[in-house]
């Protein structure tokens, strides 16, 4: 019976996976589909420094010391490790209900609030859990068909929902969830390092020059010493204020999104139940603390076509059925042949002759 082996059609996970993001690398690579800023944060970076290593580093390696370059590459090097890993990671999304998960949650949302009469607004979709002592809301996300986990949220841009939400970050081109705040973190307090030392630098290095040859003359012959002082000079503030800010948050163990909402400091006046109390165990719970895996399995194989054998067909089936004719022997030689090995048990018995017309009338 012949066999044929069908190759198996397999769709990643990936490809399927709803809300809108981009992915790449067969979707190691996951991002948010508006993606200029993001290039524009690679230009801006990668530009600056590296006028500064052409220009500056190599006068003043010579000029004060050659450990300036050193420091200024390993700062680089960190920074983009670690914005190419906030934007390139999964930040925390949740996956969408199943159609069936998605039923019976509505079926227990009906039994809870029973039938609601015609013209009247039904009541919110919350449930109650108890976090430290304390009542916390877990809102239903009508889009994702889940009760969202405590500090989730859903980001309209990428139209996920994802895990202790901060913000949808363009400069990044990703959201910075659960996943990669604290990579996130290291990138804004790497760049602000990197920016003022870029800045700083760029300075002596003019006032260097300034002392040879005179002010103006270093302006004209270094027009990107300039161009390097003025992104530094605008970047610096923003940056550097952005890094104090969330050192204020990671402080709090708080979000971006709960300071904005003002969850801990509205006039409910609740505090905070995931600050410990202590700045120390707070950082290290948000920069320190177990990263957890994620849970979209992006790379996982759905099958479309099952493989396996294929049944014969009419013609192999009626093919197989008919007896095999032996092998020939016509080349064999009188000792080679097969002997005749059945017993005489085993061979049918012979039949009488039939006698002539003769001998029957002899008989008779």
Same mark, same amino acid.
């Given at each position: 019976?012949? *066999?044929?082996? !069908?190759?198996?059609? *397999?769709?990643?996970?990936? %490809?399927?996976?709803?809300?809108?993001? #981009?992915?790449?690398?067969?979707?190691?690579?996951?991002?948010?589909?508006?993606?200029?800023?993001? +290039?524009? #944060?690679?230009?801006?970076?990668?530009?600056?420094? #590296?006028?500064?290593?052409?220009?500056?580093?190599?006068?003043?390696?010579?000029?004060?010391?050659?450990?300036?370059?050193?420091?200024?590459?390993?700062?680089?090097?960190?920074?983009?490790?670690? &914005?190419?890993? #906030?934007?390139?990671?999964?930040?925390?999304?949740?996956?969408?209900? &199943?159609?069936?998960?998605?039923?019976?949650?509505?079926?227990?949302?009906?039994?809870?609030?029973?039938?609601?009469?015609?013209?009247?607004?039904?009541?919110?979709?919350?449930?109650?859990?108890?976090? @430290?002592?304390?009542? *916390?809301?877990?809102?239903?996300?009508?889009?994702?068909?889940?009760?969202?986990?405590?500090?989730?949220? $859903?980001?309209?841009?990428?139209?996920?929902?994802?895990?202790?939400?901060? $913000? $949808?970050?363009?400069? /990044?081109? @990703?959201?910075?969830?659960?996943?990669?705040?604290?990579?996130?973190?290291?990138?804004?307090?790497? &760049?602000?390092?990197?920016?003022?030392?870029?800045?700083?630098? @760029?300075? /002596?290095?003019?006032? &260097?020059?300034?002392?040879?040859?005179?002010?103006?003359?270093?302006?004209?012959?270094?027009?990107?010493?300039?161009?390097? !002082?003025?992104?530094?000079?605008?970047?610096?503030?923003? !940056?550097?204020?952005?890094?104090?800010?969330?050192?204020?948050?990671?402080?709090?163990?708080?979000?971006?999104?709960?300071?904005?909402?003002?969850?801990?400091?509205?006039?409910?006046?609740?505090?905070?139940? +995931? =600050?410990?109390?202590?700045? /120390?165990?707070?950082?290290?719970? !948000?920069?320190?603390?177990?990263?957890?895996?994620? *849970?979209?399995?992006?790379?996982?194989?759905?099958?479309?076509?099952? =493989?396996?054998?294929?049944?014969?067909?009419?013609? %192999?089936?009626?093919?197989?059925?008919?007896?095999?004719?032996?092998?020939?022997?016509?080349?064999?030689?009188?000792?080679?042949?097969? %002997?005749?090995?059945?017993?005489?048990?085993?061979?049918?018995?012979?039949?009488?002759?039939?006698? =002539?017309? %003769?001998?029957?009338?002899?008989?008779?």
């Amino acid at each position: 019976m012949s *066999v044929m082996v !069908v190759r198996k059609k *397999v769709t990643r996970k990936w %490809e399927k996976l709803p809300g809108r993001n #981009t992915f790449c690398c067969d979707g190691r690579v996951m991002m948010a589909r508006q993606k200029g800023i993001f +290039y524009l #944060t690679l230009f801006l970076i990668l530009g600056t420094c #590296t006028l500064f290593f052409a220009f500056e580093c190599r006068y003043l390696a010579v000029q004060l010391s050659p450990a300036i370059p050193v420091f200024a590459a390993m700062l680089f090097l960190f920074s983009m490790a670690t &914005l190419l890993r #906030t934007s390139f990671s999964d930040p925390g999304v949740i996956p969408r209900a &199943l159609p069936d998960e998605a039923a019976f949650i509505e079926m227990e949302i009906e039994a809870t609030n029973g039938a609601v009469p015609q013209g009247q607004r039904p009541p919110p979709r919350i449930k109650n859990f108890q976090i @430290n002592n304390q009542i *916390v809301k877990l809102k239903y996300c009508y889009t994702c068909k889940i009760f969202r986990p405590p500090r989730a949220s $859903h980001c309209s841009i990428c139209d996920n929902c994802v895990e202790r939400f901060d $913000h $949808h970050c363009p400069w /990044v081109g @990703n959201c910075v969830g659960k996943r990669n705040y604290r990579y996130f973190y290291l990138f804004i307090l790497s &760049l602000s390092l990197l920016t003022i030392y870029v800045f700083a630098f @760029n300075i /002596v290095y003019v006032a &260097l020059k300034s002392l040879k040859i005179g002010f103006l003359e270093t302006l004209k012959e270094t027009p990107g010493t300039v161009l390097e !002082v003025l992104i530094c000079f605008f970047t610096l503030w923003s !940056v550097v204020g952005l890094t104090g800010f969330h050192t204020f948050l990671v402080a709090l163990n708080q979000t971006t999104n709960e300071d904005i909402k003002g969850s801990w400091t509205g006039k409910n006046r609740v505090q905070n139940p +995931y =600050s410990h109390g202590n700045i /120390v165990k707070n950082c290290c719970e !948000v920069l320190c603390g177990p990263l957890p895996p994620s *849970v979209l399995d992006r790379r996982g194989i759905l099958p479309l076509e099952e =493989s396996g054998s294929r049944p014969p067909s009419t013609q %192999e089936a009626s093919t197989s059925l008919l007896p095999q004719s032996p092998a020939p022997t016509d080349h064999l030689s009188s000792d080679e042949m097969p %002997e005749d090995t059945s017993t005489p048990e085993e061979m049918p018995p012979s039949e009488p002759p039939e006698p =002539s017309q %003769e001998a029957t009338e002899a008989e008779k």
